[in-house]
């Protein structure tokens, strides 16, 4: 039974849905917005708004954050994007710096499609 258990496993293992919302996230960070499943994006927003957050927040060094960045996410390259472009666009804002909207189905399966994108 899955009394109280969060999250979405995509029919996946822990390391191989892991390794799917680290790449989901990396290229939502270098692209700004991605097209995916309806559910992965629910699930990525879960995922990428605690690294903006830890990324803009004024506690603790550089080092220590990008050290914890960079165990969430897989590139530095990504890591210093993070830090230095997306993070600095929300210092004023609390939470939902993603925003979903959904377009409808895909030709193939039908599986229910969404665009994720940071808000502007």
Do not use: C, W
């Amino acid at each position: 039974m899955r009394h109280r258990k969060e999250g979405r496993t995509f029919g996946r293992e822990k390391a191989p849905r892991e390794a799917m919302m680290r790449s989901l996230a990396e290229s939502l960070i270098l692209h700004g917005s991605i097209t995916t499943t309806t559910a992965k994006a629910k699930e990525l927003r879960r995922f990428i708004e605690p690294l903006v957050t830890k990324a803009k927040s004024s506690r603790g060094s550089e080092v220590s954050k990008r050290r914890i960045l960079t165990s969430a996410l897989y590139t530095d390259k990504v890591v210093v994007k993070l830090m230095k472009e997306v993070a600095p666009q929300y210092v004023g804002r609390s939470g939902g710096y993603t925003r979903i909207t959904k377009i409808g189905n895909r030709f193939n399966d039908a599986a229910d499609m969404s665009v994720i994108e940071f808000v502007s």
